[in-house]
Every structure is written in structure tokens, then in C-alpha cells.
């Protein structure tokens, strides 16, 4: 049975940092595509950053550039997203997916966390 869990959300002061971890159990880790997503209150999910099973990266918010970065140990079969310089527009409910696909991210069909939430305060 395929298990993804997240965590490392919180309450965070703006300018603060917050690391996210993500294990996934119960499938070949390195052959799968990880990616972190987020969504806020009344917004449609989003994706913020994925990482292809062969290690190349997508970033797919701009807002987070060059302040957000997704990485993946595979021995430890985990994916992290180190978050810097946190803005309270962060404040979302973010989610690891894992998909053993070609695209660039997991897609809906892939294995969802249920998320964990970070709140960033002004």
C-alpha cells in the first residue's frame, strides 16, 4: 500500500524559513516524479516546484523563485522543499505528490499526501 505524508508545516513569522518533508512508502522511489503543491483558502491548487525521477527540476511558481527549493534523497525516500524568505501570500495548505509518469509533475492521477499547512504572519 502506497503511503505519502507530509511534514514540517507551521506558524511562521514573514521573513522566516520553514523546511517540508515529504516520505512516500510502498513504491520504487527513484523511478517516480515527486512535486510540491499548495493551495490557499478559496484558490484552485497550485503547483509550486517538481523534481523528475532523473533529477531534473520544474519550477512552476514564479513567486517562489529563488526562494523556494525542492530537493530529493532517495536512499531516505524523501522529498524536501526548503522555504526561505516567507511571505504571508504563502500561507497555504501544501502537498506532496509522487507519479511514476514522463511529464515534468505529478499529475491527479499520481499519489497525494493530505498536506500540511503553513501560515505565514505579517
Known amino acids: 500500500q502506497v503511503q505519502v505524508v507530509e511534514s514540517g508545516g507551521g506558524l511562521v513569522q514573514a521573513g522566516g524559513s520553514l523546511r517540508l518533508s515529504c516520505t512516500a512508502s510502498?513504491?520504487?522511489?527513484?523511478?517516480?516524479?515527486l512535486g510540491w503543491f499548495h493551495q490557499a483558502p478559496g484558490k484552485e491548487r497550485e503547483g509550486v516546484s517538481c523534481?523528475?525521477?532523473?533529477?531534473?527540476?520544474?519550477d512552476n511558481a514564479a513567486s517562489v523563485k529563488g526562494r523556494f527549493t525542492i530537493s530529493r534523497d532517495n536512499a531516505k525516500k524523501t522529498l524536501l522543499l526548503q522555504m526561505n524568505s516567507l511571505e504571508p501570500g504563502d500561507t497555504a495548505m501544501y502537498y506532496c505528490?509522487?507519479?511514476?509518469?514522463?511529464?515534468?509533475?505529478?499529475?491527479?492521477?499520481?499519489?497525494w499526501g493530505h498536506g500540511t499547512q503553513v501560515t505565514v504572519s505579517s
Open positions: 523534481i523528475y525521477w532523473a533529477g531534473g527540476i520544474t
Open positions: 510502498g513504491l520504487t522511489f527513484d523511478a517516480y516524479t
Open positions: 505528490a509522487a507519479e511514476r509518469t514522463s511529464r515534468p509533475c505529478p499529475t491527479d492521477a499520481g499519489y
